[in-house]
Each structure stands twice: as structure tokens, then as C-alpha cells.
């Protein structure tokens, strides 16, 4: 390649997001251009260590930010938080709404863009027949959009000007040993403990190391084999019995997982939260809108119905193989790479790092403490 091609970036400073960042950078195949709310955070900060970082203050929620953002930009990848949105709005930003609530997809082809990946999760509402259960918001929203950009992507008038690929993502195993995430880790009584309702399921994690070089390909292979693409990447399919013998393997401490009941758990980990909605900005008096509770007991759902590979939710690992020769493969080989990597940064062990006062934010979220407003 010549020079550099302009991608912009939605959720650049986020967990996802930042690899993804790093590793287009650093391959000196691509610049960057990122939509960002406050240029000041220690993680945009990050991002600039990869190399120069163009960005755009503003929100996913004005026309002119995601223009600006947009506007002269060869390729696009774009992962609208759907925890600052809610399921309903996160469908209207995600391709195009009324008022101020702007499309980042039509509004990307009007501006120019040629390759547009949309950062999705499993439409596991419709991969279950539709069973109401297993409705989970946060989920569904970019599903259901992902199916629609797949559509419009098919249309001659769309291929003519932008063409468009999905890249779906498992929950980050990172959450595993974070704080204020859907399973974190407690130490009790010396044992490594995980707590999370999963039965005899299994949860498709991906490795957040490993996203960059997933969303690179794909704009490697624009105009090729990544048009109109869904790329799913995830290590394995995990149950905690193995996160918990692994863990004990590489660590060399004791680790079990106790398999909760669902509803105590939603209660216990979210505490009163669980009752708000569980997008911040959502309206907790619209009737579209999934509190923390109901969107979580269908999550949880969906990963116990997805054990073996076989459930709702399905990878096709030979592609991952194929697209990725070196991605991380198992669980084991995802904690001996964290383990090492911990103790090159000074973070310590992961038996370290999983005592309550060492526990680090996976998610900018959480670390943001975000509550309401863009
Ligand atoms: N947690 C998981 O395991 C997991 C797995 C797969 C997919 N996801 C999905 O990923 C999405 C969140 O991304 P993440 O996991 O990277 O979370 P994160 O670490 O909390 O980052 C959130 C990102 O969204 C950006 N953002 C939020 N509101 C914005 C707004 N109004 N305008 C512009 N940018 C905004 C933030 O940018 P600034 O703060 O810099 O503005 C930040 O880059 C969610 O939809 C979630 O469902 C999560």
C-alpha cells in the first residue's frame, strides 16, 4: 500500500477498540481518525502511544460528529456502545433515526466511506427461533443491525459506492479477572472462585489481544473476500470447570467455579442496580427499555443453551484458523499469555491481580463511572 488509508473509529478508546486501534497502526497500513467524547482520558492517551491518532470531539448522537468523523475516511469500523444507548436508541444510531439520533452506517456511505465493519454481538434472540427468553438487548440490538447492513450490502446500488462486513465478538474473557464485570473473580478462603449461573453452557470468549488483528484483516481483504463478510471470533467455547482447572495449571493455586442460581446472581452482583436500565441513557420510563436484570437473565441464558458448540450461539473456528493462524486457541494458552504479560507490565501474577484491591476496569465504562448524558 502506498500511503496510509484512513479509517475512522467509533469506540476507539474503548476495550475493544483499542486494539483494534494499536494493531492498524502499527501495521503502517492505515491511519486513524477516532470520534472520542473527551480527548483528555488516559486511554486516548494510550492510543496516541501507537502512533498519531486524528480525532473528532464529540458523540455518536449528532449528525454532525459522526459527518465529521466519517467525511474523507477510507474505512470505517464502528462499535456504538450499547451501554450508554440502550437496545432501542443503540438500533437508531446504529443506522439511521429521526431527530438528532443519526445513522453511523447511511451516513458513512453518504460520506464517502468505502469499507464500513460494523462491532457486533450475536443476534442470539433470533438464533434461538425467536424464543422470547432469550431476548437479551444489549445482544440483539447489534445483531438485529448486522442483518441489516448484510442486507443492504447485497443491493447493487450499496456495492457500487461501500461495501460492508461484521465482526462479531464473544463476551471479553478479560472480564474473567476484572472488576465490575458479569463474573469477577473473588479469592475465598485461598481458592480462586468464580461465581456465574452457567449450568452445563459454555461462553464463546474472545480475547480482546487478538481483536486487532481480526479487524485488520478484514479491511486487508476489502474489495475481496471480506465484502459482505460476518467474521465471529472467539477462542473456544469455555466452561468454568475448564477456566477453573486451567486457571490451577498456570497459576499453581486452587480455582473453582461455583454455578450459581441465575436470579440470586443477578441480584448479588448488581446489587440495586440491577433494576435500572441497562443502557445509561436509556429512558428508565419507556417501555422498549431492558433494565440491568432482564437484559442480564437472558444473556446468561443464552450462553447456558450454548454448550460444546452446539446451542445458540456457534463459531466456525475453521475460518478463525484460517483468517488468524496465530490466535489464541484455548483458555489455558489465553492465562499463561495474561500471566506473562502482567508480569512484563509490573501488574504481578494473575493470582496478583485478582485480590479484591488489585482488580482493574476491562470496560471504559466502568472505569468512567458512567451515569447518564453522552
Ligand atoms: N463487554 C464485553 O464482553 C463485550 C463483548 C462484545 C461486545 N461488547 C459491546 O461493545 C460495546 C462497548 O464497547 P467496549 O466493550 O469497548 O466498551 P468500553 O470499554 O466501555 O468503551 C466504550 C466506548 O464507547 C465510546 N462511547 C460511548 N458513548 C459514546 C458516545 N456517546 N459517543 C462517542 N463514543 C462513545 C467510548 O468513547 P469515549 O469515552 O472516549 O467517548 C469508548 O470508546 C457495547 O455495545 C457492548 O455491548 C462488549
Not at 140 to 164: F, T
Not at 330 to 340: P, T
Not at 345 to 361: A, F, V
Amino acid at each position: 500500500m502506498s500511503s496510509p488509508r484512513l479509517v475512522a473509529i467509533i469506540g476507539a478508546t474503548g476495550a475493544q477498540g483499542i486494539p483494534v486501534v494499536r494493531e492498524l497502526l502499527q501495521s503502517g497500513n492505515y491511519a486513524v481518525r477516532v470520534l472520542t467524547r473527551d480527548t483528555n482520558s488516559d486511554r486516548f492517551k494510550e492510543l496516541q502511544s501507537y502512533g498519531p491518532v486524528e480525532s473528532v470531539i464529540g458523540t455518536f448522537a449528532s449528525e454532525e460528529s459522526l459527518r465529521a468523523t466519517f467525511r474523507g475516511a477510507w474505512g470505517a469500523f464502528v462499535n456504538i456502545d450499547g451501554f450508554n444507548s440502550g437496545e432501542k436508541t443503540e438500533i437508531f444510531w446504529t443506522i439511521r433515526g429521526t431527530f438528532f439520533l443519526c445513522s453511523a452506517w447511511e451516513l458513512a456511505l453518504e460520506e464517502g466511506v468505502e469499507f464500513y465493519v460494523h462491532g457486533n454481538i450475536d443476534y442470539a434472540y433470533k438464533k434461538s427461533g425467536f424464543r422470547p427468553e432469550f431476548h437479551c438487548g444489549h445482544i440483539d440490538a447489534k445483531g438485529r443491525m448486522a442483518d441489516w447492513i448484510l442486507a443492504q450490502d447485497k443491493e447493487a446500488a450499496v456495492r457500487s459506492r461501500m461495501r460492508s462486513a461484521v465482526f462479531t465478538t464473544g463476551p471479553y474473557i478479560e472480564m474473567t479477572i476484572g472488576r465490575a464485570t458479569p463474573f469477577p473473580p473473588s479469592v475465598e478462603d485461598g481458592v480462586a472462585t468464580w461465581r456465574a449461573p452457567l449450568a452445563d453452557g459454555a461462553v464463546p470468549f474472545t480475547a480482546l489481544d487478538d481483536v486487532g488483528v481480526y479487524v485488520m484483516w478484514l479491511f486487508d481483504h476489502a474489495g475481496g473476500e471480506a465484502d459482505g463478510l460476518e467474521l465471529q471470533a472467539s477462542i473456544a467455547h469455555v466452561t468454568f470447570d475448564e477456566y477453573a482447572r486451567a486457571f490451577e495449571k498456570v497459576v499453581g493455586k486452587p480455582a473453582r467455579w461455583i454455578d450459581v442460581d441465575l436470579e440470586e446472581h443477578l441480584g448479588n452482583n448488581w446489587g440495586a442496580r440491577a433494576d435500572s436500565p441497562a443502557g445509561y441513557n436509556a429512558d428508565p420510563n419507556d417501555p422498549a427499555t431492558m433494565t440491568i436484570r432482564q437484559n442480564f437473565r437472558a444473556w446468561f441464558r443464552v450462553y447456558q443453551n450454548s454448550g460444546g458448540n452446539k446451542g445458540i450461539v456457534q463459531r466456525d473456528y475453521a475460518l478463525m484458523d484460517r483468517v488468524f493462524p496465530g490466535r489464541i486457541r484455548s483458555v489455558g494458552e489465553w492465562l499463561r499469555r495474561e500471566n506473562e504479560n502482567g508480569l512484563e507490565k509490573g501488574l504481578g501474577s494473575l493470582w496478583d491481580r485478582i485480590q479484591p484491591e488489585n482488580l482493574g476496569h476491562v470496560l471504559k465504562l466502568s472505569e468512567d463511572q458512567r451515569q447518564g448524558k453522552l
